[in-house]
């Protein structure tokens, strides 16, 4: 069956950075991109970017743009978010949720990562 | 961008009850809009895109309408399983990314 697992939980203190990944099972890696967002406690998940199945290319929401990097081992079926200079408003579950494209039109995310607590603390 | 609000944000129902959730987007997503059910700790789970298509695997009593800029999730029956907090997404087609709404909570009275 199709799967998303991605790494454990991490604590992190200020400034430091973390890298999380979400290893991919159950269908073929490169058809498919894959979305990264997260949910800080009681809020609504929120797009961080997006990396795409052919060349890797990366999209990043503004908001996280140059802050963060996307990265894919296609060897590995596995993908990387890292968030560098982390502040306590990064606490949040970080999700990969994957992404179908064709002709220039990109679907709805059917499966997703179990999710990643990432907590910032010094 | 997109905005997207839901109404209401808490919502208390009995079990067999019809629950009706709205969403609405700031300008139009052109059906690209999918509702999707979350319970504490989880990941959202899929329930019905492209405004009305049930996702396989997903209990018919999930029904989804609307087109445009004014969306509904409605649920024919309520289950003590159906006890989610409820959000509507719209996804743009490229490049891809997506807005949620503030969500829904669904408690069982």
């Known amino acids: 069956q199709i799967q998303l697992v991605q790494s454990g939980d991490e604590v992190k203190k200020p400034g430091a950075s973390v890298k999380v990944s979400c290893k991919a099972s159950g269908y073929t890696f490169i058809d498919y991109g894959m979305h990264w967002g997260r949910q800080a406690p009681g809020q609504r998940p929120e797009w961080m970017g997006w990396?795409?199945?052919?060349?890797?290319?990366?999209k990043y929401s503004q908001k996280f743009q140059g802050r963060v990097t996307f990265t894919r081992d296609t060897s590995a079926s596995t993908v990387y978010m890292e968030l560098r200079d982390l502040r306590s408003e990064d606490t949040a579950i970080y999700f990969c949720?994957?992404?179908?494209?064709?002709?220039?039109?990109?679907?709805?995310?059917?499966?997703w990562g179990q999710g990643t607590l990432v907590t910032v603390s010094s | 961008d997109i905005q997207m609000t839901q109404s209401p944000s808490t919502l208390s129902a009995s079990v067999g009850d019809r629950v009706t959730i709205t969403c609405r987007a700031s300008q139009t997503v052109n059906n690209w809009l999918a509702w999707y059910q979350q319970k504490p700790g989880k990941a959202p789970k899929l329930l019905i895109y492209k405004a009305s298509s049930l996702e396989s695997g997903v209990p018919s009593r999930f029904s989804g309408s609307g087109s445009g800029t004014e969306f509904t999730l409605t649920i024919s029956s309520l289950q003590p399983d159906d006890l989610a907090t409820y959000y509507c997404?719209?996804?743009?087609?490229?490049?891809?990314?997506?807005?949620f709404g503030q969500g829904t909570k669904v408690e069982i009275k």
């Open positions: 997404q719209q996804y743009n087609t490229y490049p891809p990314m997506w807005t």
């Open positions: 990396i795409n199945d052919g060349t890797g290319y990366t």
């Open positions: 949720a994957r992404v179908y494209c064709s002709a220039g039109n990109c679907y709805v995310s059917d499966h």
